[in-house]
């Protein structure tokens, strides 16, 4: 993939190339594996566009980049699309991905069995600019914790790092079933879920309904099933851009997703029918197109 500059001119008659930067997450994220596969997908299929995959701290600064035009799509979170129940303007959604599940993850022999355990703890709540610092954020402040964790703002390798080494007591990293790291974890260190479930309600009714629950299966770590906080994860784009393009890859993320899937589980997930519900971020007119045209 390369990060060349789009060519506006063609008035020598050669093709104009089109670009697509797509901003995904950490290189270990479940959005940087599905972002790096479609890429891929990307160059093969549109032979006219130049494709970067660009590393970020995920949601927050996925949706900053494609509202200032520096990504044609990108990865995010409902929740960070959404303030005081309205969606984020200039934005418009090809997809809905899959679900984001919000992991609080301690050691096995760590005496944090609920959320109202971690006060007074260090807790890693996510890096900056990601979405698991922006639900992680809210859960705390409907809990009245706000103040009562000795916060941390780590990346998912560096928060595993630190609960290796009792640096901190516990973690939180909301993403696709399963996140690798935390599956690695378990196997070099003993490590438990919390269940966070009790608190959707409280979140639905103070932020948004795009909070749900889901649980974490048995199979998913080989660790007992506990229920948590899920959110719509959803590849967005700029209200701006051309409709074909939007329509090339939402088809090219919908009839390529077992390519996307063998990147990574979470891709599994993919299917049109439920694609479309983007709610209340607005579907794209070009997504909405390949929609219409692949309904039975």
Partial sequence: MTASLLVTGCGDGTAQRRRVRIATGSPTAVYYAIGTALGRIIEEELPDVD??????????????????????????????LVTAGIAKPRVAALARVYDDLLHLVVRADSPILSLEDLRGRRVSVGARGSGTTVTVDRLLAVAAMGQAVQR???????????????????????????????????????????????????????YSDVYVVRDVPTSAYTLPAVATVAVPNLLVAPESMAEDLAYDLTRLLMERRAVLASAHPAAERLDPRTAIATLPVPLHPGAARYYRSVKP
């Fill in 152 to 206: 941390r703002h780590l990346s998912l390798d560096d928060s595993i790092a630190a609960l290796k080494t009792r640096q901190i007591d516990a973690f939180f990293f909301s993403g696709g079933l399963p996140v690798a790291g935390i599956e690695r974890l378990r196997t070099v260190v003993g490590t438990r879920l919390v269940d966070l479930s009790k608190w959707v309600g409280d979140l639905r009714r103070v």
């Fill in 51 to 80: 494709v970067d995959v660009l590393a970020t701290a995920a949601s927050a600064e996925n949706l900053f980049l494609v509202e200032q035009k520096a990504a044609e799509i990108g990865f995010s979170q409902a929740d960070v």
